[in-house]
């Protein structure tokens, strides 16, 4: 089995921590096995960074974080990245039961 890196497990305690001040630390999933879509949005400030390396650790850490979620259920990923300045990235993830993908509803 490959070991993470230190890098891959500091991206995902900040995705964590991230996700408790916005929600708490109660981790409730509150899709249970319906299929969602991903819409990730990205501020980065290293203009090499590539974007695909946004979503696996991403999804690795809800799957960590939730017991109800797997990846298996994710039917759709949207991913867009703009270039910040250094010191103002971000991270912005909503997830979108599938049938309410293209009626605007969304969760985060």
């Known amino acids: 089995m490959k070991q993470k890196t230190a890098d891959y ?20 999933w509150p ?3 319906s299929p969602v879509h991903f819409h990730v ?4 400030s290293n203009k090499a960074a590539d ?3 946004i979503i696996k650790p991403l999804l690795d850490t809800y799957q ?6 797997n990846d298996k259920y994710v039917y ?5 990245k703009d270039l910040v300045p ?16 293209n009626t605007g509803e969304n969760n985060k």
């Open 9 to 28: 497990k500091n991206y995902q305690n900040e995705i964590r921590d991230i996700v408790i001040f916005h929600d708490g630390d109660s981790f409730h």
């Open 31 to 33: 899709f249970g096995n």
């Open 41 to 44: 949005q990205v501020g980065l």
């Open 51 to 53: 974007l695909d390396n």
């Open 64 to 69: 960590s974080m939730y017991e109800e979620f």
């Open 76 to 80: 759709g990923i949207s991913l867009a």
């Open 86 to 101: 250094k010191g103002e990235e971000y991270l912005d993830v909503s997830i979108i039961p599938k049938n309410l993908q």
